[in-house]
């Protein structure tokens, strides 16, 4: 950190004397009480111990240095924390001294949190903080190993709720937490920050408030503009976007689904290089929003993988779709045997009988036309004990309560190359219904389970 930078901001604000010495005070003791995780040559060990302790000090005394941000220099504490969260991209960009650090504090309900540091790269944004006292959160449930947290993005809607993931650990450096986020807009404004207020840590309840500032790092931006589609015609994905970070890539693509198929999910599977050594996966299919175009639905995706070797002349994307469907709805009192035919494909199930006997419902069924290269015997007993017993007063509801739905079932092979099996609902005990009849409940299958993963071509991405 830039000494007359330090002192002039500083110099900025209003503090009071007596209290800030008290804290530095304070600082120093903590900072001579705590023992180094590495051997530092003594000279420089006086030096960070100095910096640490004011740092400290002035922090803990409840002042908030929101200016306080700056690209790291050498601190290895922050990619440490990144290594506790197995975060590649912040580790690297750590390594690099591209992650940016933030000293921003808010304090709560006697706990105090820190903000540590932030990166953007690639679409992805990372942020780790450290809770100041711990020993001051209760928390019920304490395993020693990590703590949980709630907080708010932005304005707490669904959009950027779903962006984001975290965790918090328990380590022998304090209590840290990490916070990943795919940024859920196509582009990151400049100078964008980023509010995010921390609601309770374990069991305690506060407001936790920060402005995080958030900046692209210098990327490669490529646009191929190269459509695959599959063997049907019935998917195509355009790739319009490649955003090379320094740490991770961003794959931008529209894809395009027909009518029947408005759930379905294109991916990209995997990412390899000109060597054929796969990229680390980091998420897929971030949407930016659905609309009907014509006869199909269009979607503009993007998935995240890790860092390319810069020496790469080429990437190779691997896509594939997943098939939605609705889950088939079947009375139970109708006349077996009765099929249960899939919408999407020629897939069916065959009820050959169902039988109630006291406290059971035994079901017995034939499954044809699946795909068994692609689906092993075992993931299609998991898929048969899927199947649920509604109520059929709460068909139109939401969700039925507990006492009316029955969920899953046990299942066992009768005849594995015939493909029969067997499910076993129990309908009595804590999980249990209530009056259980025939005629007022139905047999609720999900079809989508059983369709495999539509793969489409492969395309090479040049990157020189």
């Not at 790269?121 to 190993?145: C, H, L, Q, W, Y």
């Not at 709630?150 to 380590?171: H, M, N, P, Q």
Request: overall charge neutral; proline content about 5%; hydrophobic content about 35%.
């Amino acid at each position: 950190m830039d000494k007359q930078w330090f002192n002039d901001e500083v110099n900025k604000i209003d503090v009071p004397k007596e209290e800030l010495n008290i804290a530095i005070q304070k600082g120093i003791a903590r900072a001579k009480a705590e023992k180094p995780v590495k051997k530092i040559h003594k000279k420089r060990r006086i030096a960070l111990l100095t910096a640490a302790s004011i740092c400290i000090g002035v922090l803990g005394s409840g002042f908030v240095f929101p200016q306080m941000t700056r690209v790291l220099a050498d601190v290895p504490l922050v990619g440490k924390v990144y290594s506790y969260f197995h975060d590649s991209i912040g580790q690297n960009l750590s390594a690099s001294k591209l992650v940016t650090e933030l000293n921003q504090q808010a304090v709560s309900n006697g706990i105090s949190v820190t903000m540590n540091s932030v990166y953007y790269d690639a679409g992805r944004i990372g942020i780790t903080f450290k809770v100041d006292n711990p020993e001051e959160v209760f928390m019920k449930n304490n395993s020693g190993r990590g703590f949980y947290y709630d907080f708010k993005l932005v304005d707490g809607s669904e959009k950027w709720g779903r962006a984001a993931s975290f965790d918090g650990k328990i380590t022998k450096d304090g209590w840290l937490g990490n916070i990943h986020i795919d940024y859920p807009e196509k582009e990151l404004p400049p100078n964008t920050t980023l509010p995010i207020t921390i609601t309770s840590i374990g069991d305690t309840k506060g407001i936790w408030k920060f402005d995080i500032p958030v900046k692209q790092l210098e990327n490669k931006i490529i646009h191929p503009q190269v459509s695959v589609s599959s063997e049907d015609t019935e998917h195509t994905l355009n790739f319009e976007k490649i955003t090379v970070g320094k740490s991770s890539i961003a794959i931008d693509y529209k894809a395009m689904y027909p009518l029947v198929g408005e759930n379905d999910l294109a991916r990209i599977g995997k990412v390899t290089d000109d060597k054929g050594n796969e990229i680390d996966f980091k998420t897929s299919g971030i949407e930016f929003g659905r609309e009907k175009v014509g006869n199909q639905i269009q979607s503009d995706e993007r998935s995240i993988f890790g860092k390319v070797p810069e020496d790469a002349e080429f990437i190779a994307l691997h896509p594939n779709v997943r098939l939605s469907e609705k889950p088939s709805i079947q009375d139970l009192n109708q006349k077996t045997p009765f099929e249960i035919q899939s919408t999407r494909s020629d897939f069916k199930i065959v009820v050959n009988s169902i039988q109630h006997k006291k406290q059971k419902l035994i079901l017995q069924y034939t499954l044809q036309n699946v795909d068994t290269k692609h689906i092993s015997m075992d993931e299609l007993i998991n898929r048969g004990e899927v199947m649920n017993l509604i109520d059929s007063s709460y068909l139109d509801k939401e969700f039925a309560p507990i006492g009316h739905v029955i969920k899953g079932s046990n299942v066992k092979v009768l005849d594995k190359e015939k493909l029969q099996f067997q499910a076993t609902f129990q309908l009595d005990g804590e999980y249990g219904v209530k009056n259980f009849s025939l005629k007022n409940y139905v047999l609720e299958v999900e079809m989508l389970p059983y369709h495999p993963e539509k793969t489409l071509p492969s395309v090479k991405i040049p990157l020189k």
